[in-house]
């Protein structure tokens, strides 16, 4: 059993149906799209609208380039689903619904079918670590059917190199995959009134890698104004994978997985080898589980040069307090550290052995004597004096819901309180049933994995079974959620909800999400405390390229110095 996982418009709406409401045609600024009527009834669904033009070839790392237009209504009901390049295991397991493109940048939009205009509307990123997945994988479609007063978008992004190589140059500036993500966001400003949705009502969720993103998207000026209301799930932006600590260091060492013979040393040459390297030779290297909790390619701090996405750190952002604070929707499940269960067996041995190795990427150290110190303070507090051993596995998930997701979530609501935000609603989904697998080694423990929360409310393209009690909190999730998408508050004034009042900068209060909710203080006192220490002392924060202590050096047909220094520090952070 899996576990169950995370404008102005120029344009007006010109709607035409079929005699049998089989159909839905609208016009957007591109041209007249077409969408087919769901199965089951009650939607309309439209598939693969181009949003944006991925840029091919030699040019594969730059911004994204405005999409094509046409004449004829343009078929957005076609059955194979449109992903990104990108490691062959999920692919792989629907091969004959799965077309891999390198020009992917298309939306899904579900439509209710209802004759009501200026429906609310959810834009949902997706996650997979910034290496996997597609828009399509979740939808929210028996949702929309239950509520029927709000559009959904999906899509696709650049993923793993293609998304996010960072060399800081004028052809691979790093963040290709989060700009696409911004153009998403104006292509619904542009075009979701045509679809009978309100371009001024836009909530963005994201689970996952798409939580950091939906995070990172607040953050940023480039995406200011393009929605209205935020609901990351399970993850944050100040998470040791969710940003690039040494990007140069990242991009050498992969080219030498790709070819051992790649030329590295020399700025010049390592972009030359990326522009023309292919894309299926770049994702034909397999993918590792990091140590350090972190991943390969993920979003960078850019230069500051025309159009970069962000050019100062998330935590740099945080404390300054220079973003538009918008309603959030905040939080995690109590075994995050599930999505490393399948790993223990290796892990536990491993973490015996040199439990430094397991530290997260975002930390640093004066001396080898002193991370030393650090590792074994760290595997004191979850461990105490025993080893890593099958009698304290609910240990080894608890490290790692810390270390990957919950403590970079509280780290940051405290940051957002403190920097004047008032309407942060945080959250601990605990929810399980007798399909919840039963965790390893242990006789009846049982717990929320990573993002099951996400998977309480979309549903998946393979659905899961479900118990009548799943039934019923899936309810309470999606009421939940839709109370937030439409108020900005998850408990609105009349609600038979518990009352849930928006966070302090001690974090409480939080809600408890089970089969009961229940307002609870302050969420993992003693760990949130423990990493806070840690963290003041040892925190390796992110900067652009060309601010490290090394450089690479190019000499242009002028004759003129550059330097290009590219993130050097003295640890090499390769996150997932």
């Excluded at 004759?115 to 828009?135: N, R």
């Amino acid at each position: 059993m899996a576990w169950r996982t995370c404008v102005f418009l120029l344009c007006v709406t010109a709607v035409l149906a079929d005699d049998d409401g089989d159909w839905l045609q609208v016009e957007i600024e591109q041209g007249p799209v077409r969408g087919a009527k769901d199965p089951n009834g009650d939607l309309y669904s439209f598939y693969n609208i181009p949003y944006a033009t991925g840029p091919t070839g030699e040019n594969k790392f730059k911004p994204p380039l405005p999409p094509p237009n046409w004449t004829e209504p343009f078929n957005a009901t076609a059955e194979k689903i449109i992903v990104c390049p990108q490691n062959h295991i999920i692919i792989g397991l629907m091969p004959d619904v799965i077309d891999e493109k390198e020009d992917c940048l298309v939306a899904n939009v579900f439509v209710p079918d209802t004759t009501e205009k200026d429906l609310s509307v959810v834009v949902y990123v997706h996650g997979g670590g910034y290496s996997t997945g597609f828009g399509n994988l979740y939808r929210g479609t028996q949702f929309i059917r239950e509520k029927k007063d709000f559009i959904m978008v999906t899509f696709n992004y650049r993923l793993h190199i293609h998304g996010f190589l960072c060399l800081g140059t004028e052809d691979v500036p790093g963040n290709a995959g989060m700009k696409d993500q911004v153009e998403l966001l104006r292509w619904v400003q542009k075009n979701i009134a045509s679809f009978g949705g309100n371009p001024n009502d836009v909530t963005l969720v994201g689970s996952s890698a798409g939580s950091a993103s939906v995070e990172l998207l607040m953050l940023t000026k480039s995406a200011e104004n393009l929605f209205h209301r935020v609901v990351p799930e399970s993850s944050g932006s100040l998470a040791a994978w969710a940003v690039q600590r040494d990007p140069l260091e990242i991009a050498k060492e992969y080219a030498k997985k790709i070819n051992e013979q790649a030329m590295v040393d020399d700025i010049n040459s390592l972009e030359r080898f990326y522009k023309t390297t292919s894309l299926d030779a770049m994702n034909a290297v397999p993918i590792p589980d990091r140590t350090d909790s972190a991943v390969y390619f993920s979003p960078c701090v850019e230069r500051n040069t025309n159009g970069a996405f962000l050019t100062e750190s998330p935590l740099t952002i945080l404390k300054k307090g220079d973003y538009k604070k918008l309603p959030m929707l905040y939080g995690f499940t109590n075994m995050e550290g599930l999505l490393r269960i399948d790993l223990f067996e290796t892990w536990k041995d491993n973490m015996n052995e040199n439990f430094t190795d397991f530290l997260p990427a975002d930390l640093q150290f004066g001396s080898d004597t002193e991370k030393l110190q650090v590792a074994n303070t760290v595997k004191q507090f979850y461990f105490g004096n025993d080893p890593v051993s099958n009698e304290n596995i609910l240990k080894y998930v608890d490290f790692f819901t810390d270390v990957l997701f919950t403590i970079p979530i509280l780290w940051a609501a405290k940051l957002f309180v403190e920097a004047g935000h008032t309407q942060v609603y945080m959250y601990e989904y605990v929810y399980a049933d007798e399909y919840t697998p039963v965790v390893p080694h242990t006789d009846d423990a049982r717990g929320a994995a990573h993002c099951a929360q996400t998977f309480a409310w979309l549903d998946p393209l393979v659905p899961l079974p479900e118990t009548p009690e799943y039934q019923k909190m899936r309810g309470t999730v999606r009421e939940i959620w839709h109370n937030f998408m439409k108020t900005g508050t998850p408990v609105p004034e009349g609600s038979s909800l518990p009352s849930w009042p928006a966070i302090g900068a001690d974090r409480s209060p939080h809600m408890v999400l089970n089969a009961t909710l229940e307002l609870q203080g302050i969420p993992l006192p003693l760990r949130k405390s423990f990493w806070e220490e840690i963290y003041d002392k040892h925190y390796l924060d992110s900067v652009p390229p060309g601010s490290g202590a090394g450089s690479i050096v190019q000499t242009n047909m002028f004759a003129v110095l550059t330097i290009y220094v590219l993130f050097s520090f003295t640890r090499k952070i390769i996150v997932e």
